[in-house]
C-alpha cells in the first residue's frame, strides 16, 4: 500500500509553528519596550554596576555566609565535620562559580567581591547570619538545612530578575541548595 500523507498538520508541525510564532512575537514585543524608554539610562545601572555584577556579588556574599555556617558547625559538633564536608565542598564551589564570570575591575576571576556593606547586605536573601550553632547535633543541623532552605528560596524568587546565563546558574544552585537542606534533615544524609 503506498504511503499518503497526511490530510491535517501533525502535532510536531504545530508545536514548531506556534513555538516560532511566540519567538517572533517576544523579540516584536522586546522592540517595542525597547523604544518607549524616557531616554534617562539604563534602568539597571545602580551607580555603574552592571545589574547582573550586583547579582552575582550578592550571591558570593550569600555563599560566603553559608560557609561560615557550615564552619561554625563543624567546629561546634565535630563528629559532624565528615558528614558536612562534602555539602561545604559544593557550597564553596557554588560561591567560586557565581564569582568567576565578569570580576570587577583590578580583581582576578573567581576571587570573592569585597565584604558586604550594610546597605548591599539589606539588598541580599534573608540567610541568617552564622550566630550560635545550637548545642545538639540535631538541632544543628536542622538549623543548617534551614540556612539552605531559605537560600534556596531566595535564589529562586531572584531568578525573574537574573540574565539568562546568570538565571540558569542560579537556577542550578538554588536545586543544590535544596537537595543539601534534605540530606541534612533526612536519615539518609548521615550514612557516607
Do not use: F, I, N
Not at 509553528?17 to 534602568?43: E, K, M, Y
Not at 546568570?166 to 543539601?180: D, E, I, N, P, T
Request: hydrophobic letters at 45%; glycine letters at 10%; one cysteine or more.
Amino acid at each position: 500500500m503506498p504511503w499518503t500523507p497526511p490530510s491535517r498538520p501533525s502535532r510536531r508541525s504545530l508545536l514548531a509553528g506556534a513555538a516560532g510564532a511566540a519567538g517572533v512575537a517576544g523579540v516584536a514585543g522586546a522592540a517595542l519596550l525597547t523604544g518607549c524608554s524616557d531616554g534617562g539610562g539604563s534602568p539597571d545601572t545602580g551607580g555603574g554596576v552592571p545589574l547582573e555584577r550586583r547579582m552575582r556579588e550578592t550571591a558570593v556574599r550569600e555563599s560566603e555566609r553559608l560557609l561560615e555556617r557550615y564552619d561554625a558547625t563543624a567546629a561546634a559538633h565535630p563528629a559532624l565535620a565528615a558528614r558536612l564536608a562534602p555539602l561545604r565542598a559544593a557550597v564553596a564551589a557554588h560561591a567560586g562559580a557565581l564569582a568567576s564570570a565578569d570580576p570587577a575591575p583590578g580583581r582576578p576571576p573567581g576571587s570573592a567581591p569585597p565584604s558586604a556593606s550594610p546597605s548591599s547586605a539589606a539588598a541580599g536573601a534573608p540567610v541568617a547570619s552564622a550566630g550560635p550553632v545550637p548545642p545538639k547535633p540535631e538541632e544543628a543541623l536542622t538549623a543548617l538545612a534551614d540556612a539552605e532552605r531559605s537560600l534556596a528560596e531566595a535564589r529562586t524568587v531572584t531568578l525573574a530578575g537574573a540574565p539568562g546565563e546568570l538565571a540558569r546558574l542560579l537556577a542550578s544552585v538554588a536545586a543544590c541548595g535544596a537537595v543539601h537542606a534534605y540530606l541534612l534533615t533526612s536519615p539518609q544524609g548521615d550514612k557516607p
